[in-house]
């Protein structure tokens, strides 16, 4: 499973380099990690204190 | 050279897309600590005095699924003139998200209901002021009640108190991408949750226990002491209400914490009142304003309503029949 994943990203990375299209890995990255967080903040328990930092 | 220059541009494009599409989603759904962020941004400014913040006046905004009116004199209720009118018994309610009535319509929070209950077949008209600020501490509180409060000429304040109150003063980090970007503040704020998850520190009972001790625990006694101090020079009565912790109603996990409060505020000879008793037997998730927010609902508010109107009369000396 690692192996056919590390398998996977090397080949879309030199896809991605050999036909001029390495604008894609951020995009796919940082949607994928905005993706996760989206789960995430649906199923996360309440127990994280108030935030205030931010506020 | 070129390659970079891809990666640059990709990261531009995704940060764009990711901007928007956080936008076009929190338009459609309700997440709490986005309406949070939206209350800050949109609904208050930052002071340079100890209130840290405060809110904007005449604005408004929904939050939450609930209409939220700043009036004139940055607070959420209606206009008051700070001259109390003749004949008038004037409590000011003073607090934070929880007494402002987070996720609750204006006229179904804890106060207003108080004013309504007064004044149901009552000769004496009696006002209760929301004075609530989200995110204000003890602290903020203490300063707002000295800079603006005390204006209103109240009979009796209502000390809303909640577990992080003794946190201390935190100031704004707010920079222009977590002021102004969705993308930006969903991410900091997935932070902030995910070290609490992972992190036994950052828990909830454990982060908040913190306060409670040493040199802060130390701090906060000197900002009890001081309400007390100020608003008995001014021969104002207060009752310093212990608004429970809503995530967990089987066991109060604060109760050391709460009692220690209770005591210090009782040591200054103001009465003080934990409402945690007020909600056992109840199921948290029915006080709740959403399955993210453990903010008290609307049956919450009508709760601690019930339960401060005997409390309130008690050390009013008012009987319940007085008209």
Same mark, same amino acid.
């Given at each position: 499973?690692?192996?056919?994943?590390?398998?996977?990203?090397?080949?879309?990375?030199?896809?991605?380099? &050999?036909?001029?299209?390495?604008?894609?890995?951020?995009?796919?990255?940082?949607?994928?990690?905005?993706?996760?967080?989206?789960?995430?903040?649906?199923?996360?328990?309440?127990? &994280?204190?108030?935030?205030?930092?931010?506020? | 050279?070129?390659?970079?220059?891809?990666?640059?541009?990709?990261?531009?494009?995704?940060?764009?897309?990711?901007?928007?599409?956080?936008?076009?989603?929190?338009?459609?759904?309700?997440?709490?600590?986005?309406?949070?962020?939206?209350?800050?941004?949109?609904?208050?400014?930052?002071?340079?005095?100890?209130?840290?913040?405060?809110?904007?006046?005449?604005?408004?905004?929904?939050?939450? #699924?609930?209409?939220?009116?700043?009036?004139?004199? #940055?607070?959420?209720?209606?206009?008051?003139? /700070?001259?109390?009118?003749? @004949?008038?018994?004037?409590?000011?309610?003073?607090?934070?998200?929880?007494?402002?009535?987070? #996720?609750?319509?204006?006229?179904?929070?804890?106060?207003?209901?108080?004013?309504?209950?007064?004044?149901?077949?009552?000769?004496?008209?009696?006002?209760?002021?929301?004075?609530?600020?989200?995110?204000? =501490?003890?602290?903020?509180?203490?300063?707002?009640?000295?800079?603006? @409060?005390?204006?209103?000429?109240?009979?009796?304040?209502?000390?809303?108190?909640?577990?992080?109150?003794?946190?201390?003063?935190?100031?704004?980090?707010?920079?222009?991408?977590?002021?102004?970007?969705?993308?930006?503040?969903?991410?900091?704020?997935? /932070?902030?949750?995910?070290?609490?998850?992972?992190?036994?520190?950052?828990? /909830?009972?454990?982060? /908040?226990?913190?306060?409670?001790?040493?040199?802060?625990?130390?701090?906060?006694?000197?900002?009890?002491?001081?309400?007390?101090?100020?608003?008995?020079?001014?021969?104002?009565?207060?009752?310093?209400?212990?608004?429970?912790?809503?995530?967990?109603?089987?066991?109060?996990?604060?109760?050391?914490? =709460?009692?220690?409060?209770?005591?210090?505020?009782?040591?200054?000879?103001?009465? @003080?009142?934990?409402?945690? =008793?007020?909600?056992?037997?109840?199921?948290?998730?029915?006080?709740?304003?959403?399955?993210?927010?453990?903010?008290?609902?609307?049956?919450?508010?009508?709760?601690?309503?019930?339960?401060?109107?005997?409390?309130?009369?008690?050390?009013?000396?008012?009987?319940?029949?007085?008209?």
């Amino acid at each position: 499973m690692k192996n056919s994943l590390t398998e996977f990203c090397i080949d879309f990375y030199s896809y991605a380099k &050999s036909r001029k299209k390495l604008f894609l890995i951020p995009i796919i990255v940082i949607l994928l990690l905005v993706a996760t967080l989206m789960i995430f903040a649906e199923f996360a328990p309440v127990v &994280s204190p108030f935030i205030y930092t931010l506020f | 050279m070129k390659n970079i220059s891809l990666v640059i541009f990709g990261i531009i494009v995704a940060c764009i897309l990711a901007e928007s599409g956080l936008r076009f989603y929190f338009s459609r759904h309700i997440n709490y600590d986005m309406e949070m962020w939206k209350y800050a941004t949109t609904l208050k400014r930052p002071v340079s005095d100890k209130r840290v913040h405060v809110h904007l006046p005449n604005k408004s905004e929904l939050l939450m #699924g609930v209409k939220v009116n700043i009036n004139s004199q #940055g607070i959420r209720d209606h206009e008051y003139t /700070y001259t109390k009118p003749k @004949g008038i018994f004037r409590i000011l309610a003073i607090g934070d998200s929880f007494t402002l009535g987070w #996720g609750v319509s204006e006229d179904l929070t804890f106060p207003k209901l108080l004013e309504q209950m007064f004044n149901q077949n009552s000769a004496r008209k009696t006002e209760v002021i929301n004075y609530g600020v989200g995110n204000y =501490n003890t602290e903020q509180e203490l300063a707002a009640f000295l800079i603006d @409060g005390v204006k209103y000429q109240p009979d009796l304040i209502l000390l809303g108190i909640y577990i992080n109150d003794a946190e201390p003063v935190q100031n704004n980090s707010q920079d222009f991408f977590t002021k102004h970007s969705y993308f930006a503040a969903f991410v900091a704020q997935r /932070y902030f949750q995910l070290r609490s998850i992972f992190s036994a520190k950052y828990k /909830y009972g454990q982060y /908040y226990k913190l306060f409670y001790q040493g040199e802060l625990w130390d701090a906060y006694t000197k900002v009890i002491d001081d309400f007390a101090i100020q608003t008995k020079k001014r021969n104002i009565p207060m009752l310093a209400v212990i608004l429970p912790d809503l995530r967990d109603l089987s066991r109060n996990i604060f109760e050391v914490e =709460n009692h220690k409060v209770l005591q210090r505020f009782s040591d200054n000879g103001v009465t @003080g009142v934990s409402l945690f =008793n007020a909600f056992s037997g109840i199921k948290e998730s029915t006080v709740w304003v959403a399955k993210d927010d453990p903010h008290p609902n609307v049956l919450a508010h009508k709760i601690i309503a019930d339960h401060l109107i005997t409390d309130i009369r008690n050390i009013l000396n008012w009987s319940r029949s007085e008209k």
